[in-house]
C-alpha cells in the first residue's frame, strides 16, 4: 500500500529511490524475513539460507552502503533521502533493514579514520562489493556493559572503577585484542570484519575505550552461537571473542580523546535510522490493521465501521504521521549539521519506537485471533517491535541520558552550529 | 599566541592559496561538479572566507553568500589542517571544527583539498609560519 506524502517538494529522484526501495522491501525483503522467521538460528544463516540471496540483491542495488558518501563509492543519499529509502526497508523488515546497515560500520569507521591505507583496503572495496561477500559488524555492546556505553559525558562514564569486558594493550607496532563481545553484536556470527571497541586505559573506566578495524580471519578471533531470539529473528546478532589477536597500530583509529565524541556522533546517526525503520514498521502494522478491518465483517457490519475501530485505526495513522515527520526532523537537522544534537535524534528512536510497538499491538488485537497466528504478518510485527525498545540504547537509557544532555546544552544556541 | 598574526595576513595568504588552487589544479572543477562552494567562520583572527570554482572572496562579500557547507573554527586549527595534522572526523566530533551542510558533502571536500595541502608547507615558508 502506498501512502501520501505530505512532503510537496519531493524531487522526481526522491519518488524513484522510494519506488525501487519498496519494490525490493515488497518482493525480496518479505519473503526472505518470513522465511528466516521460522528457521532456528543455525539455519539462518546455513549455506542454503534465503539470507544469502537477500544480500546479493540488496548489495546489487547499493542498500548495503546507504551510510556512506559518495566520494569513497557510497550511495550519498540526502537526509530526506536517506529517511524515505529507511523507511520503506522498514518496512519489507526491521531486522533485515538493519542487517543490511550494520554491514557497513568498519567501512565507515575506516572513512573516519581519515587514513588513506584504511580507506583503500577496507572501506573502497565494500563499497565496491556487489555480491554480499564483505559483511561488517558493529562490536560495542558487552555483556557486562550495555547501554552503559551510551553515557558519554555522565559520571559513570569516567568511573576507573568500571571494568570493561573486551582490552587492548600496544605492543610495538601492533594492538594486542583480549576478551569477549556480548551476544548482541549485530551481524556478529556472520561478518568478515569488525569496527570493534576496546577498552586500552583501564585508569579512565570506560572513557577509555578505543575503536579499532579487526579482520575476522585472524589468528585468535572466534564467534559464538548465533542468538536465539523471540523478534528480529532476521538480524543475526552473536558473541565474539578476541585471544591475542594482533591488529597493525593504525587499525585503531579511535583513541581514548576520540571515543566519546565517535560514540555521541554514532548515537546521534543511529537513533535517526531506527526512527526511520521504526516508522516503516509501524507504516507496515497499519496497513495489516486498515487492510482487515475493510474485509473483515462482525456484528453485522465490517469492522472498520464501528465507531470505536475507526478511532484506533486513526489514531495508528497518527502515530505513523507522527513518527515519520520526527524522523525526517532530526535526519535534517542532525545529517545537515557535525557534530549533531543527540537529544533530536534521541527523541526521534524513543517516539518511533513506541509508535511502532503501540501499532503492532493494536494490529494484533484489531485481527483478534488471527493476529496471533503466523498466518498474518501482525504477530511477526509484534515480536520485532519490541526489540526497538531496548536496541541500540534502551529506551529510558536514552532517557536518562537525553535529560543529561538537556542540562548541558538546553536551549541550544544557534552559534552552536 | 595565535599562529596567524593578524586577519590581514590570514587574508593575504589565504588569498595566494585558493587562487592558485584554482588556478593551478582541478580544485576548482571538482568543487563546481560536486555542486560545492565552501564557507569559512574562523576566530582568532577573524576572518570569514567564500570559496567557489571562481576562487576566494572575503569578510563582507563573503559573508552575502550562502555557501553549501559551512566550517568553523579557530585560525590555529586552520593551519594544523592544512599541514595534514588534522583528523577532521576526530576534530569534528570535539567540536573543533562545527559544520554545517549534508555530512556527505563535507566529508567529500576533504579529498578535494588534497592539492593546496601539499602546497601549503611551500606557503609556510614564505611567509615563516610553523610547521612543528
Not at chain 1, 540488496?58 to 533521502?81: S, T, W
Not at chain 1, 587499525?251 to 516503516?280: C, K, Q, R
Not at chain 1, 509501524?282 to 496497513?287: D, I, K, L, T
Amino acid at each position: 500500500m502506498d501512502y501520501f506524502d505530505v512532503n510537496l517538494d519531493l524531487s522526481d529522484e526522491d519518488l524513484a529511490l522510494k519506488e525501487a526501495a519498496h519494490k525490493f522491501a515488497k518482493e525480496v525483503m518479505r519473503p526472505v524475513a518470513k522465511e528466516l522467521d521460522q528457521m532456528t538460528p543455525e539455519e539462518a544463516i546455513a549455506e542454503k539460507s534465503p539470507l544469502w540471496s537477500f544480500f546479493r540483491q540488496g548489495y546489487e542495488l547499493g542498500y548495503h552502503k546507504i551510510l556512506l558518501p559518495d566520494y569513497v563509492g557510497g550511495l550519498a543519499l540526502n537526509p530526506l533521502q536517506m529517511n524515505i529509502v529507511m523507511e520503506e526497508l522498514g518496512w519489507g523488515s526491521f531486522g533485515l533493514a538493519c542487517q543490511i546497515a550494520v554491514v557497513s560500520f568498519p567501512a565507515l569507521g575506516a572513512m573516519y579514520s581519515n587514513d588513506e591505507e584504511l580507506i583503500e583496503k577496507i572501506t573502497i572495496p565494500f563499497c565496491e562489493c556487489t555480491d554480499g561477500s564483505i559483511r561488517g559488524c558493529w562490536g560495542a555492546t558487552e555483556p557486562d556493559r550495555g547501554s552503559d556505553l551510551l553515557a558519554m559525558g555522565e559520571p559513570i562514564y569516567h568511573d576507573p572503577k568500571v571494568r570493561c569486558n573486551c582490552t587492548a594493550k600496544r605492543e610495538g607496532d601492533e594492538w594486542v585484542i583480549n576478551g569477549q563481545k556480548s551476544a548482541w553484536v549485530s551481524s556478529g556470527t556472520i561478518s568478515t570484519h569488525c569496527m570493534l571497541h576496546v577498552q586500552t586505559d583501564p585508569s579512565k573506566g570506560m572513557a577509555g575505550f578505543g575503536a579499532c578495524l579487526v579482520p575476522m580471519d585472524l589468528p585468535g578471533v572466534s564467534k559464538g552461537k548465533p542468538l536465539d531470539k523471540m523478534g528480529q529473528r532476521d538480524l543475526n546478532q552473536g558473541e565474539l571473542f578476541f585471544d591475542d589477536v594482533r591488529i597493525p597500530a593504525n587499525y585503531m583509529f579511535v583513541d581514548p580523546d576520540f571515543h566519546e565524541g565517535i560514540m555521541e556522533m554514532l548515537l546521534t546517526n543511529a537513533n535517526v535510522w531506527m526512527a526511520s525503520w521504526a516508522t516503516g514498521l509501524a507504516r507496515a502494522a497499519f496497513e495489516e490493521a486498515f487492510s482487515y478491518c475493510k474485509e473483515r465483517v462482525q456484528g453485522g457490519r465490517l469492522l472498520m465501521e464501528h465507531y470505536s475501530i475507526k478511532q484506533r485505526i486513526f489514531s495508528m495513522f497518527a502515530r505513523v504521521e507522527t513518527s515519520r515527520a520526527i524522523a525526517r526532523a532530526a535526519a535534517n537537522l542532525n545529517f545537515n549539521i557535525s557534530p549533531g544534537f543527540p537529544e533530536y535524534s534521541m527523541t526521534a528512536k524513543i517516539t518511533a519506537t513506541e509508535n511502532c510497538l503501540q501499532n503492532a499491538h493494536d494490529a494484533i488485537q484489531l485481527l483478534g485471533g488471527n493476529g496471533l497466528t503466523k498466518e498474518y504478518l501482525a504477530e511477526k510485527l509484534y515480536r520485532d517491535a519490541r526489540a526497538t525498545l531496548i536496541e541500540d540504547g534502551n529506551n529510558e537509557i536514552l532517557a536518562r541520558h537525553g535529560g543529561h544532555t538537556l542540562l548541558e546544552y538546553y536551549p541550544r544556541n544557534r552559534d552552536d552550529i | 599566541m595565535a599562529i596567524f598574526e593578524s586577519s590581514a595576513k590570514m587574508k593575504e595568504i589565504f588569498g595566494e592559496i585558493w587562487t592558485d588552487m584554482v588556478n593551478n589544479t582541478d580544485f576548482g572543477k571538482e568543487l563546481k561538479e560536486a555542486g560545492i562552494t565552501i564557507g569559512f567562520v574562523v576566530t582568532d583572527p577573524d576572518v570569514v572566507m567564500y570559496v567557489d570554482e571562481k576562487g576566494p572572496i572575503f569578510d563582507e562579500e563573503a559573508e552575502k553568500k550562502t555557501p553549501v557547507v559551512t566550517m568553523k573554527m579557530a585560525g590555529d586549527t586552520v593551519h594544523s589542517f592544512w599541514l595534514k595534522k588534522l583528523n577532521v572526523p576526530k576534530a569534528l566530533a570535539l567540536r573543533q571544527i562545527k559544520a554545517k551542510g549534508p555530512v556527505s558533502k563535507v566529508l567529500k571536500i576533504l579529498p578535494l583539498l588534497k592539492p593546496g595541502q601539499e602546497k601549503y608547507p611551500s606557503y609556510c615558508e614564505k611567509y615563516n609560519l610553523p610547521m612543528d
